[in-house]
């Protein structure tokens, strides 16, 4: 049986109570109050929750109907709906009431049928309203309070049906470079642009009689207006949008793109319009100082044409109709090659020869181009591989690297990954970047190059001197080779100022130490001016157009009897033939050809008699040498001596090195493990335990290797946390994903640590010394953990560390619990604050990701804080909330994983919150803490806990006089459940997913109420 609807009766008289009591008391539940101070008090108090209506006298002691009015505007209770009653003659006073915010007034004495029927309209209006308010949430994008994309595309539809005359514009605008706006000023400057931006909407949708407009998602807005055939007035609106956005933010560049779709087929669907008004759009992109763009029929063909090339892309690449074709790369002293450039060309089995000009701009716009430059990567290591197994000279080949491809973390990763698989030089393999895609962001592009550089690639800048780049850039570009366009010479017998131009750049880059090749030479007289002027190295038709492997492979280059060490045009000198190198310096001779003979099937040994030699071949060739095996006594410089000079040396200093000796002596091993040395051997030297501590010096080497690689990609500011010099969010994430797929098998243990009560500290203390907190905190982190481990700041008052290798749970409590103990007295030594600490940990599993290793600690760590300060909690520990203080109690009747982390986040610490799942759960927090308890949020979905609606019939039976306010949980756009909510006279309700302030807003709210 449903319960009764509740009815609060404020009035003074005892027999006007008593008739309103006899006339109602069979259809509600009624609440009394003798005045209006006692009226009030409950409305605040715990039975507001449960009010339905209210019926208020104007005359009264104490307080007045009006002065209770006017305090229920103040708490903003306008949806509660009031009834006034007054004398019959009493119309000043009903005319004030109504002004007042009351909903409506019965007249003295009451006529039983009128009353009834007021009070079941004003209750109904309140339901209408609450459910038209649960209708626009569902509707309206929470941010701005716009249009979502659903309602606005809908509204759409709606309105050119309406009006099938009539001629409309869809238009979809968006901001440039939104992301990295975002990333400059923050998230949450970024939303405060959203906003001025739909602000600005909001005026321009005044001045048309016929408009829809919303937000899509992101910065993308759209809108549709009436078009009355004239588009300067449209024009002028998105420039007037354009100057209004320029001036929000003076030392940045904001500007907008808009696409516009003139309807000519109001048929279509408004996903449609929207298609079109977006492939407009990015015309705009490309044009600077253009803010919007048509779309027309030159582009629907154009279109038309995209969408075949990529339908198709995907089995052409499977049935391996891409092909690679090699461009030769000329000596001008000997006019014989030293080099190819690879260049990818479509063989369609119907259309035959598809020119690069029209699939590859199709590809760099949709993505495909990243998979079509592995293809050709592996294609052409193949290559290399087929020539050097084939006894053939073999001169290195360019490929090129697109600008998606560069900007991918993992490029560095592909590339010697496919080096490694065909076994080739990484000399062999060279690597085009083009100038534009340098230009574009010059401090990521050094990066990636340095960091291609450090495995061993060559770096060459295609079209140099072709875009935006002056002679001023050729001291900060960090690459090996400059590929010049030969748009500075001209075709006829003229000298021109480019043939000065162009010179003078070929003699700074080798001055620089730079070589250069000069593309699309086309005639004798370019080859003999570019000979003069000092050039190596051409490529163009003069020589040879791009042309299939075969017949480069038949023309040129051909078998040799030479050592595949030496490589034609002086490319590659003393190349190994494994990419790894073990050194071995011993004064003798026996020792090294012992120790030859142990690794040659496995590596390259490069051996050397002395330490001076070895200094000499490490200069070249340090990049490729992965192990240093060394003796201690020796002429010169000892291995000792040798192990303290490259301590000192950057270079030199991550190359492992062991220490071989006749010496046993304790004390000298203890000396060459301070100077630097990863293990120690003594002579003679048996096999399998050399070997046995190769192999584990050269694994752990190897793992060092990649995670220092990984350490420099993420050294510069934007990887950096700016206030503790800790790995960002963001390079966290990518590092920690790197781990766990380079080493699978490797057990890993996350922590995230997370300081207690930080908005206290804040607010009591402020926020310098609340800065000075979360430097401690980075500090102690910093210090405390291995090179090895990752350890980042994850925005606010978290961190987090990935430690590999780590799989004892109670040695990472230990190591948690020693954390929070030092910070806690750092800060107090040095701060003069209490701080403490919640750290979660979890440990990887099997085909484990990060993303899933992340979720589990995300639930320890607050598993440790629903225990108290400074603790550490395992994965997996169930421990029971600590709610022995005073705080109000928030209870979660659901099991959305994701539901009491966000409510607790969202409320901080300024109330108790405690999740249930299960009847006897909710009995037991009503026995003990039921005058603390000022929340329920019910979740409405149907889950293995019993329904909802038993839940709430138990809360509101047993909650005895605690009218303990309910918010209901939905989805967004879950009408079902909304109803259902509804139905059950719910105070308030969240959506899911939810919006932190709004969750903030409505539980201050809840809790306000209750107290």
């Known amino acids: 049986m449903k319960e009764k609807q509740k009815i609060l009766i404020i009035e003074d008289e005892v027999v006007n109570r008593r008739i309103l009591k006899k006339i109602l008391e069979e259809d509600y539940e009624l609440l009394e109050a003798d005045n209006g101070a006692a009226g009030w008090d409950i409305l605040r108090g715990e039975n507001s929750g449960d009010v339905d209506a209210v019926l208020l006298d104007l005359v009264m002691p104490v307080m007045d109907g009006f002065e209770v009015l006017d305090r229920m505007r103040k708490a903003s209770m306008a949806e509660m709906p009031v009834i006034v009653m007054t004398g019959e003659t009493d119309q000043k006073a009903e005319q004030n009431a109504l002004e007042a915010g009351a909903w409506d007034f019965v007249t003295k004495p009451y006529n039983p049928r009128v009353l009834k029927s007021r009070l079941r309209n004003a209750i109904a209006r309140r339901q209408v309203s609450v459910y038209e308010k649960m209708q626009k949430m569902a509707a309206h994008d929470p941010l701005t309070g716009l249009h979502n994309r659903a309602r606005m595309f809908a509204k759409t539809r709606q309105m050119i049906d309406e009006h099938p005359g009539e001629k409309f514009l869809f238009l979809k605008v968006d901001i440039d470079r939104f992301a990295l706006y975002n990333a400059a000023f923050g998230e949450e400057e970024g939303d405060k642009l959203l906003c001025f931006l739909a ?27 009436r078009h009355n055939g004239n588009t300067e007035i449209l024009e002028r609106a998105v420039e007037e949008v354009q100057k209004k956005l320029a001036s929000y933010r003076s030392n940045y560049l904001l500007e907008i793109s808009v696409g516009v779709y003139l309807i000519d087929e109001p048929s279509l669907s408004v996903e449609e319009f929207y298609l079109r008004a977006s492939m407009a759009g990015q015309k705009c992109k490309s044009q600077y100082g253009k803010h919007i763009s048509y779309y027309d029929e030159d582009y629907r063909r154009h279109a038309a044409e995209e969408l075949l090339i990529a339908n198709e892309m995907k089995h052409a690449l499977e049935d391996n109709q891409f092909v690679v074709y090699l461009q030769p790369k000329v000596n001008l002293t000997s006019d014989k090659a030293c080099g ?22 199709v590809f760099e716009r949709n993505g495909f181009i990243a998979q079509l430059d592995y293809y050709v990567w592996e294609q052409t290591c193949k290559m290399l591989k087929k020539w050097t197994e084939g006894g053939y000279q073999v001169y290195p080949v360019s490929v090129n690297i697109s600008r998606i491809s560069l900007y991918n973390p993992g ?54 001197g072709s875009g935006y780049s002056s002679l001023n850039t050729l001291k900060d570009i960090e690459v090996d080779i400059l590929k010049l366009d030969m748009q500075f010479l001209p075709k006829d017998d003229k000298v021109e100022k480019g043939e000065i131009i162009l010179a003078s750049m070929i003699k700074m880059a080798n001055w620089l130490g730079m070589q250069v090749i000069v593309e699309g030479v086309e005639t004798r007289k370019q080859r003999d001016f570019l000979e ?84 000499v071949y490490l200069k070249n060739h340090k990049r490729q040498v992965h192990l240093i095996l060394l003796d201690n006594v020796m002429p010169g410089m000892s291995g000792l001596d040798f192990l303290t000079y490259c301590q000192d040396e950057p270079s030199l200093s991550s ?80 590092m920690g994903m790197r781990m766990m797929t380079s080493y699978p098998d490797t057990v890993k243990a996350l922590l995230i640590i997370d300081i207690d009560d930080f908005k206290n500290v804040n607010d009591k203390y402020g926020h310098l010394v609340g800065d000075e907190v979360i ?63 919640s750290i979660g940990i979890a440990f990887s599993e099997e085909k484990d990701t990060f993303d899933s290793l992340f979720g589990r600690t995300d639930e320890a760590v607050y598993e440790a804080k629903k225990t108290g300060k400074s603790k550490a909690v395992i994965f997996g520990e169930k421990v029971p909330p600590v709610l022995d203080d005073d705080k109000p109690l928030v209870l979660i009747c659901g099991e959305d994983p994701q539901l009491y982390p966000t409510l607790a986040l969202s409320y901080g610490e300024s109330a108790a919150f405690a999740n249930i799942n299960s009847f006897q759960g909710l009995r037991n927090m009503f026995d003990k803490y039921v005058k603390r308890i000022c929340a329920v949020c019910l979740d409405m979905q149907k889950t293995v806990m019993p329904d909802s609606d038993e839940f709430y019939q138990y809360i509101v039976n047993h909650g005895g006089g605690t009218h303990i306010p309910i918010l209901a949980v939905c989805k967004e756009g879950d009408m079902q459940h909304l109803k259902a909510a509804l139905e059950l006279n719910i105070q308030d309700v969240l959506t899911l997913p939810p919006h932190m302030d709004t969750i903030q807003r ?10």
Request: overall charge negative; charged content about 25%.
């Open 411 to 464: 490029l560095k990763n592909l590339l010697v990954g496919l080096v490694e698989k065909y076994g080739i030089d990484y000399a062999l393999l060279q690597l085009e970047i083009t100038e534009s895609a340098y230009m574009t962001s010059p401090e990521l592009m050094q990066e990636t190059i340095h960091s291609l550089r450090i495995a061993g690639f060559t770096i060459l800048m295609d079209d140099f």
């Open 532 to 615: 003069g002027a000092g050039c190596e190295c051409v490529q163009g038709y003069y020589y040879s157009k791009p042309i299939p492997q075969e017949e480069y492979e038949a023309d040129y280059i051909q078998k040799t009897d030479k050592d595949q060490t030496e490589i034609k045009g002086d490319y590659i000198q003393d190349s190994p033939a494994h990419n790894v190198t073990i050194l071995v310096i011993d004064d003798v001779e026996s020792d090294r050809v012992i120790l030859q003979e142990f690794f040659k099937e496995m590596y390259h040994v490069k051996l050397c008699e002395n330490t001076e030699e070895a200094l």
């Open 1002 to 1011: 409505r539980l201050s709210r809840a809790i306000i109420s209750k107290n």
């Open 775 to 837: 430097k401690c905190v980075a500090d102690v982190l910093a210090k405390e953990f291995r090179k090895s481990d990752l350890v980042g700041r994850f925005g606010g008052d978290e961190f987090m560390v990935l430690l590999p290798g780590m799989s004892d749970p109670e040695t990472a409590r230990k190591k948690a619990e020693d954390i929070i103990k030092t910070v806690a007295i750092t800060a107090a030594r040095d701060h003069h604050v209490n701080t403490s600490l």
């Open 199 to 225: 602000g600005l909407f909001r005026n321009m949708a005044q001045k048309y009689e016929l408009i829809t407009f919303g937000r899509m998602n992101a910065d993308v807005f759209c809108a549709c207006v």
């Open 340 to 361: 190819a450039e690879a260049l990818v060309r479509w063989l369609h089995p119907e259309k035959g020869l598809v020119s690069p000009g029209i699939f590859i701009p």
């Open 655 to 734: 190359i492992p090195k062991i220490m071989i000796t006749a010496s046993s002596h304790p004390e000298d091993q203890i000396k060459a493990f301070k100077q630097g040395a990863y293990d120690y051997i003594t002579k003679p030297l048996v096999k399998e335990i050399v070997m046995a501590r190769v192999q584990h010096v050269m694994e752990i080497s190897k793992q060092y290797r990649i995670f220092e690689n990984w350490e420099y990609d993420y050294r510069d500011l934007a990887k950096r946390d700016l206030a503790t010099g800790l790995l960002n969010k963001t390079a966290f994430q990518e």
